[in-house]
């Protein structure tokens, strides 16, 4: 079965510093996507980032990078110039066929 | 668009009752989703969708819960009996084919209580 792990339930950073988000995650398939979701205290779910699997390169979306390790099945998540909107739960989460497996969430709260 | 529409946003019912969770996705998706997000479990997908069809449905807890999908731009998710364990947010998605690659829209969700 396809898991997600995310290890980090909590954790804090200063406003316009760098944070990093870590996910493990396993699977058979070569041929995957994983994402990042943000889900603020609205609950709404929004896409941050997401990286297929056969890219080697690492997906960035403005502020937003990942570090895409397939070998070590790591899918982690740097914010940078951390921002106070930015404080929300982050869900890495793995396609199976149609469907995501998300991991527990970390919590990220932006400090002024 | 006005993005995927689920209703009611909150409900609180008693333990036994009947409860109907609606949702309308983006129009031309073609994908719909059911998830359910609670502290012990986390997001969960209950079952899903294509072009009307479920495919999947493996993630439904038990016979208490069903879902249809008469047609492209509306779901119910319905739960008889209602129980206390039930008591989670239930979030509906929607997708042009399929989440394999492609961004699933979420809906904001519907909190359910059940007393």
């Known amino acids: 079965a396809q898991t997600v792990t995310q290890s980090q339930p909590e954790m804090s950073v200063q406003e316009a510093e760098t944070v990093t988000l870590s996910c493990t995650y396993d699977?058979?398939?070569?041929?995957?996507?994983l994402f990042w979701y943000k889900q603020p205290p609205s609950r709404q779910m929004i896409l941050v980032i997401r990286?297929?699997?056969?890219?080697?390169q690492n997906a960035t979306e403005n502020r937003f990078s990942v570090n895409f390790q397939k070998a070590a099945k790591s899918f982690s998540l740097k914010i940078s110039d951390s921002q106070l909107g930015d404080t929300a739960m982050y869900f890495c989460?793995?396609?199976?066929?149609?469907?995501?497996?998300f991991g527990q969430g970390t919590e990220l709260s932006v400090k002024p | 668009d006005a993005g995927v529409i689920q209703s009611p946003r909150h409900e609180v019912t008693e333990m036994g009752q009947e409860v109907t969770l609606r949702c309308k996705p983006i129009?031309?998706?073609?994908?719909l989703f059911w998830y359910r997000q609670t502290m012990m479990r986390g997001l969960e997908l209950l079952i899903y969708?294509?072009?009307?069809?479920?495919?999947?449905d493996s993630g439904m807890p038990e016979d208490r819960f069903s879902a249809k999908m008469p047609n492209a731009s509306f779901s119910t998710l319905k739960i008889q009996p209602s129980e206390p364990r039930d008591s989670a947010v239930y979030f509906c998605?929607?997708?042009?084919?399929?989440?394999?690659?492609?961004?699933?829209?979420f809906g904001p969700g519907t909190r359910l209580t059940v007393l």
């Open positions: 998605a929607s997708s042009f084919r399929t989440g394999w690659g492609n961004e699933q829209f």
């Open positions: 699977t058979s398939e070569n041929n995957y996507y």
């Open positions: 990286q297929e699997a056969y890219k080697q």
């Open positions: 989460a793995l396609t199976e066929g149609g469907k995501l497996i």
């Open positions: 129009s031309g998706h073609d994908y």
């Open positions: 969708f294509n072009n009307n069809v479920p495919i999947d």
